[in-house]
């Protein structure tokens, strides 16, 4: 053996399957949140124009068809999904930190044992 092979053992081959397994998730989480980001601006648009109507009734997507509603009901459905998209961000932008302190400690664990001798980065 040369002095840089570093011999790997199932526990390492565990480690490295689960950090390429956190790294596939985190990016799918990356897309996810960035998605839900933006139907937080886009609502929270919706809301803004709904509150300067002046008209009574307000045409609403309800799925694929538009319905008509009071502005008081647009506004309170708007807010509702306004709420939901935001708490859906919040458990997104948690579990995404979770996966990341996860990943680093995997980093840390394998760059000690392996160094220059694996690449983690992206």
Do not use: P, W
Not at 32 to 48: M, Q, R, V
Not at 75 to 93: V, Y
């Amino acid at each position: 053996m040369q002095e840089d092979d570093v011999e790997v053992v199932l526990e390492d081959q565990k480690r490295i399957n689960k950090f390429g397994r956190l790294t596939a998730k985190s990016h799918v989480l990356e897309g996810e949140l960035k998605e839900i980001k933006e139907e937080c601006e886009n609502l929270d648009d919706a809301l803004a124009e709904v509150s300067l109507l002046d008209e009574e009734s307000v045409r609403y997507r309800i799925g694929g068809v538009f319905v008509s509603v009071t502005r008081e009901d647009a506004e309170e459905r708007t807010e509702k999904a306004l709420e939901g998209a935001r708490e859906r961000r919040d458990t997104l932008e948690s579990e995404l930190n979770s996966i990341r302190d996860e990943l680093r400690e995997l980093k840390v664990t394998l760059y000690q044992k392996f160094g220059d001798n694996i690449n983690l980065e992206e």
